[in-house]
């Protein structure tokens, strides 16, 4: 899809400048023409830099969207029209994508569309579940509770997103660390040493000879170990461009040590979250289940909710295909089942949420204070070790010397 910039007159003669997103031009000047605009000119726009951030990263921060949320939310229940209120929340953001896409939607309000109809043409910046619950909001005219409920929604799960990558990032931050301080140590200071054990002609241990083995292996064949990590990235980079490998490697998180059962409750604690948010705000079950399968952010999960929109539409139960899939922990299958049967499965489910959040919270709280002294000691015992490796023949030597 491409994007056009247009400059056009509408039906009270006021200039209108602004961007679309089409399949082609013939596409957008239809578009533009039945909002009753006049077009004055429009051209398609160069693919940028800009433009593939877009289409592959997250437009829009979450703590921006929050944001953008509770401001609308206000200024609805001030009483402000809500082509007005687009138009201030255009004026005021700081985020790039995020104003380029509220510019398009006012002129959409004021041609005649629905505010929903507007954001589901920016999809990279109004996930599903977003213009889903805003066409929820119009059709029940509570647009401002809905705009409060999505900003909760979003600060929570961004608050339990932080708390993941908290959980992740220090580790591979030390890891990265460890291996710079070894390969420096490898390849500046062993050599230094090793070229003086070696003139000496002595005996030298053995934890010696393996790190003057590995240091002379580093210094010689660099470029393989290069190569075999580029050809690494790319072999993984090729598997997981298919949907049989995603899959298979959101399995895998699941199962990664410590860090698997942490990735696992997160992706439970987003999924239960959706589907209570689109079922408190009257979205039907089947699309709410579609929905959920779209942002859930994990194949195998979304797998499950396949499964259970087609159990739904058989006329069974929700929870029967996710207590078959074995992967959700006894207790979300239980609540569920008691929801079921007393009519109250969104209130279940924003339990569910509410707790896998707070567990997530925990385990995270628990693994930094144990992670952190033992990525200490593993990075002391590598270092140590090159050290033992150095002084060991030095003490030798320097015995040698006083004998």
Known sequence: MATFTYEAVNESGKKLKGNLKAQNKQTAITELRGRGMTIRSIQENKATAMDFEIHFGRAVKLE???IFCRQFATLIRSGIQIDQAVAILEDQTTSKYLKAALGDISEQIRSG???S????DHPKVFP??????IASGETGGNLDEVLDRMAEHYEKEHKTIQKVKSAMTYPIIVLIIAIGVVIFLLLKIVPTFADMFLEQ????????RFVMGSSDAIVKYWWMFLAGLIGLIVLYRSFAAGEEGKFIIDQLKFKIPIFGIILKKAAVARMARTMSSLFVSAVPVLQALDVTEKVVGNRVIAKVLREAKNSLQQGKMLSDPIQKSGIFPKMVVQMLIIGEETGQVDNMLAKIADFFEADVDQSVDRLKAVIEPLMLLFVSGIVGVIVAAIMSPMFKMYDNFLN
């Open 64 to 66: 921006d969207f929050v």
């Open 113 to 115: 569309h629905a505010l």
């Open 117 to 120: 109809k507007g954001m589901g």
């Open 128 to 133: 599903d579940m977003f213009v889903n619950m």
């Open 201 to 208: 002609g002595s005996q030298l241990p053995m934890i010696t």
